[in-house]
C-alpha cells in the first residue's frame, strides 16, 4: 500500500506544479487535470482505511 500510495502522489505532485504553468483551457491542460484527479482518487482510497481505523495496518492484514 505504502508503494500504490508513492506512485500516486509523485505524479499528481509534478503534474499539481506543472498545472500551475501552463496554459489554462488547452486539451494538454484538461488531460493533465484528469490524471490528477485519478491520481488524488488512488492516493484516497490507499489513505481512507488507515484515516478511518488508525490501528489498522493493510501490511498484515484483517486479522492484526
Known sequence: PAAI???AVAPAVAIGV???F???GTRL???MGWSW???M???ACISYPRL????????YGPWS
Not at 52 to 59: D, I, L, R, T, V
Open 5 to 7: 500510495h508513492l506512485a
Open 22 to 24: 501552463m496554459t489554462k
Open 52 to 59: 478511518a481505523n488508525p490501528g489498522f495496518n493493510p501490511s
Open 37 to 39: 484527479v485519478l491520481a
Open 29 to 31: 491542460h484538461k488531460l
Open 18 to 20: 506543472a498545472q500551475l
Open 41 to 43: 482518487v488512488v492516493v
